[in-house]
């Protein structure tokens, strides 16, 4: 084989090509842990139970030709998933049969390795009794045998009977796909294997997809501009247009930027000829971007010579979204404008199967048509990415050796482009702290209408923007799926729903929804912050809290210091704070934590903004009394917030 040749491929393609496979003496026979073969199973039977019958992706595999063997393929990576997936297949038989079976003999094999042949041909009665361990072959065996005693354990506990066992194993044969590389048989292996190490990784879904998508491009030099712009937008740790400066002259950059830049420009810009090769694989386009990516990065480690503002400015920040998970944000948004229907949810193992499914198998006609929806695409990619990084807060290192989420907006001074903190924003910050700390992390399914708001809409308020959205998806009645409530948000001539209040009534204790917490601490910071006897108030930041506290101790240590009874439960008795701070407090009296929290407050630092005015208003006279009044006076400022009084 003389060509590099990369497919998705699925079992089905494996037995009808009649491959074969083989772990090289040069490989390890097998090292992985319970853990990861616990990981895999679950993965796929999570996948199965969901009932969904669509391509389930994982991950890559890399062959080469075997030299003395026909029809033989060594496996130089992912040879530790695939082989578990093997040893999956010999415990499920039923329709994986074939894949674990070729003929009479297994469809992996191992290169003289005695102890392996015999142990798959059963010849070793007892394993363990033929372990020796000084010997790298026998404990490599035994990882093997005990992996296939933990698959037989987790198909044991969890299938009920032997159909739907068969169900599992049919629905793995029918289903599922990897991409399988085969390099050329010259290829100089030692330098492929110090490429895959320095990787560190397989290869990606988002790389994976890229190359799919580069390569429905025909013009050469189209494709390798819009490679960059994939490329400058997939790390997500650092700003657009930093990233840029890498490939653009920073004051050209700067000329490019009026409030935004222009993608066409920005094309031009990136659109090398003298760079431009002739199309290539899928591979290739992988292999290129990650190569490209690794000098760069060896030649920042190794050159220092930046000023102390150069080095300000490119101070990066650590991203709330992977980049997989901007991809099927800009994803739902392009779908949105087409008038075609949402995805599933957003699931970033599963980004190459979305796609599959929502984009290449929705957008279908000639070699054209398909060019300009996935040119359209990345075009779209770029500015949901510039909208992302001007708009929306990232962890960024400060002076204290902490990171703090915050918006590092660009700017134009003079001939130069640089971000820089404004004190406006902060009220904005607050808010997206909210939804982050309050939303799933995998999805946070807010930001997909409201950065189609700022893409969309003429001149938008974006806070004011964002306190709809987040007023529309979390203080109505609508119980609808979040990815439902915030597709429609997006869709034209969507009517607003009446906030309502009900739950901050209800005696809910430990199971308060946190969103609340979260959200009062917005609204008394919004009111109140800027007003006399508040100053203390003006720097306080929403932060990670996850516990709730009573005020009054549900369980005192002397009973006496239960000073609340009927609204023992009830917000107006509850705060929440840090585990830390929960257990700091415990069961003490409510006069000794308010002496704790008056303490801390000397020192510049609150609990919490609730937490304040109960401990600083109401003094020592904490009670029943006290707390529904606390609780009346939380609600009125809700409601006033919320335009219901």
């Known amino acids: 084989m003389d060509q590099l040749t990369s497919h998705l491929y699925s079992l089905q393609h494996i037995i009808a090509n009649h491959y074969r496979f083989n772990i090289p003496l040069y490989q390890r026979l097998y090292v992985w842990q319970i853990d990861h073969v616990r990981t895999l199973f679950n993965d796929l039977y999570k996948a199965f139970k969901s009932g969904k019958k669509s391509s389930y992706y994982i991950g890559g595999i ?6 003395h063997n026909d029809g033989v393929y060594d496996l130089v990576d992912g040879q530790q998933r695939f082989t578990t997936l093997w040893l999956l297949a010999l415990e499920l038989e039923g329709a994986l049969k074939a894949f674990s079976q070729t003929d009479q003999w297994p469809r992996i094999q191992f290169s003289i390795r005695t102890i392996a042949t015999k142990y798959f041909r059963n010849e070793l009665s007892n394993i363990n009794s033929a372990i020796d361990d000084d010997d790298k072959d026998y404990r490599e065996i035994k990882r093997i045998d005990e992996a296939r005693m933990k698959l037989q354990e987790l198909i044991t506990s969890s299938f009920i009977n032997n159909e739907e066992k068969q169900e599992f194993s049919k629905y793995i044969f029918d289903n599922l796909a990897f991409c399988l590389t085969i390099v050329p048989q010259k290829t100089d292996l030692n330098k492929l294997f110090e490429a895959l190490n320095n990787r560190g990784e397989q290869l990606s879904q988002d790389a994976l997809l890229k190359a799919q998508i580069l390569d429905k491009i025909k013009n050469s030099q189209e494709r390798w501009a819009y490679a960059k712009i994939w490329e400058v937008c997939s790390d997500m740790n650092n700003y657009l247009d930093n990233l840029l400066k890498e490939h653009i002259e920073a004051k050209t950059l700067a000329d490019y930027y009026d409030s935004s830049f222009n993608i066409n420009k920005i094309k031009a810009l990136l659109n090398t000829p003298t760079e431009v090769s002739s199309p290539k694989s899928i591979h290739d386009i992988i292999n290129a971007e990650q190569i490209e990516k690794e000098e760069k990065i060896a030649a920042f480690k190794t050159e220092d010579n930046t000023t102390n503002a150069e080095q300000d400015e490119l101070q990066s920040g650590r991203s709330i979204l992977t980049f997989p998970q901007l991809l099927l944000h800009t994803l739902r948004i392009f779908l949105r404008n087409e008038n075609k229907d949402d995805i599933e949810k957003i699931n970033e193992k599963e980004l190459v199967r979305v796609f599959d499914n929502y984009f290449f198998s929705i957008f279908k006609g000639d070699d054209a048509f398909i060019e300009a929806k996935c040119t359209k695409f990345i075009e779209l990619l770029f500015k949901v990415r510039e909208a992302f990084d001007q708009h929306i807060v990232k962890w960024v290192p400060t002076a204290n050796n902490t990171e703090e989420l915050i918006i590092k907006r660009l700017v134009k001074n003079s001939k130069t482009l640089e971000r820089d903190i404004f004190e406006n924003d902060k009220q904005f910050i607050m808010l997206q702290s909210i939804l982050y700390h309050t939303q799933d992390n995998t999805t946070q399914y807010w930001l997909t209408p409201f950065l189609y708001s700022i893409l969309n809409k003429i001149n938008l308020d974006a806070p004011k923007e964002l306190e709809l959205l987040d007023n529309q998806l979390f203080c109505t009645k609508n119980f609808a799926p979040l990815i439902t409530r915030t597709w429609k ?58 516990s709730i506290e009573h005020i009054s101790p549900q369980n005192p240590r002397d009973p006496a210091d239960k000073v609340c009874v009927e609204m023992l439960h009830n917000l107006g008795n509850l705060v929440l704070v840090t585990r830390s701070i929960n257990s700091e407090y415990s069961d003490q009296s409510y006069k000794l934590k308010q002496a704790r ?34 609780q009346q006076a939380i609600i009125k400022d809700v409601r006033e917030y919320l335009g219901l009084e």
């Open 489 to 546: 948000f997006m869709q034209a001539g969507f009517e607003h729903q009446k906030c309502e209040t009900s739950t901050l009534l209800e005696a809910s204790g430990t199971r308060f929804p946190h969103y609340w917490f979260y959200k009062i601490e917005y609204i008394l910071w919004k009111k109140y912050a800027q007003t006399k006897g508040y100053e203390h108030w003006k720097d306080y930041r929403i932060t990670s809290k996850n």
């Open 62 to 67: 890399i062959l080469v030709k075997n030299k």
């Open 597 to 630: 929290f008056l303490e801390k407050k000397r020192k510049g630092f609150l609990d919490s903004l609730k937490s304040d005015q109960i401990y600083t208003k109401w003094g020592s006279d904490w009670n029943d009394d006290a707390a529904m009044a606390h």
